[in-house]
T-cell receptor, first 116, second 113 residues
Framework: GAGVSQTPSNKVTEKGKYVELRCDPISGHTALYWYRQSLGQGPEFLIYFQGTGAADDSGLPNDRFFAVRPEGSVSTLKIQRTERGDSAVYLC??????????????FGQGTRLTVV | RKEVEQDPGPFNVPEGATVAFNCTYSNSASQSFFWYRQDCRKEPKLLMSVYSSGNEDGRFTAQLNRASQYISLLIRDSKLSDSATYLCVVSPIRGGNTGKLIFGQGTTLQVKP
């Protein structure tokens, strides 16, 4: 597919468990972002990758959250010891950073995480 | 105080009406500005960028006032299909290097027949 792909689309897990959320960006997009969206709120920034490196991880709420992008394409968001407050839709976006003007960020459909 | 503030609404308007949304941002270093649209249970999609000179795309007009740190979106001749949540977005990064996008809470628009 041509768009940003996120798997799984839904994940239900028990409190205290570990989860991994995967994002497949648009081919060739160097920038990748993770956001979290709770009901009635706008997306909340978590982390931004430029290539393989995390250019800005200031939005990660605590050390239970970690994200990697080892080859500069697919990214995985990892959450340890999940808590009920982690329940949200986790959105991934990618963009083609050309340095020559507006570059649109394209979002995936998100992973709806429910911690019970 | 949130970095990007919007009135969550909802705004309920009849078809054909003109409606305006406003947004304020607190970081004076913000360099890029956007409006995104999000349909219920869908992902956000870029509606338009916002430039200091103001810009128009069909029925949609966006304005930026840097001095007041204020962004607006005007929708003319509202259609039923305009019903959605409109997200105000700012970024500290200029131009092509998108960087971090900061979203407002979103303003919900319901257009009624």
């Amino acid at each position: 597919g041509a768009g940003v792909s996120q798997t799984p689309s839904n994940k239900v897990t028990e409190k205290g468990k570990y989860v991994e959320l995967r994002c497949d960006p648009i081919s060739g997009h160097t920038a990748l972002y993770w956001y979290r969206q709770s009901l009635g709120q706008g997306p909340e920034f978590l982390i931004y990758f430029q290539g393989t490196g995390a250019a800005d991880d200031s939005g990660l709420p605590n050390d239970r959250f970690f994200a990697v992008r080892p080859e500069g394409s697919v990214s995985t968001l990892k959450i340890q010891r999940t808590e009920r407050g982690d329940s949200a839709v986790y959105l991934c976006a990618s963009s083609l950073n050309t340095g020559t003007g507006r570059t649109e960020a394209f979002f995936g459909q998100g992973t709806r995480l429910t911690v019970v | 105080r949130k970095e990007v503030e919007q009135d969550p609404g909802p705004f309920n308007v009849p078809e054909g009406a003109t409606v305006a949304f406003n947004c304020t941002y607190s970081n004076s270093a913000s360099q890029s500005f956007f409006w995104y649209r999000q349909d219920c249970r869908k992902e956000p999609k870029l509606l338009m960028s916002v430039y200091s000179s103001g810009n128009e795309d069909g029925r949609f007009t966006a304005q930026l006032n840097r001095a007041s740190q204020y962004i607006s979106l005007l929708i003319r001749d509202s259609k039923l299909s305009d019903s959605a949540t409109y997200l105000c977005v700012v970024s500290p990064i200029r131009g092509g290097n998108t960087g971090k996008l900061i979203f407002g809470q979103g303003t919900t628009l319901q257009v009624k027949p």
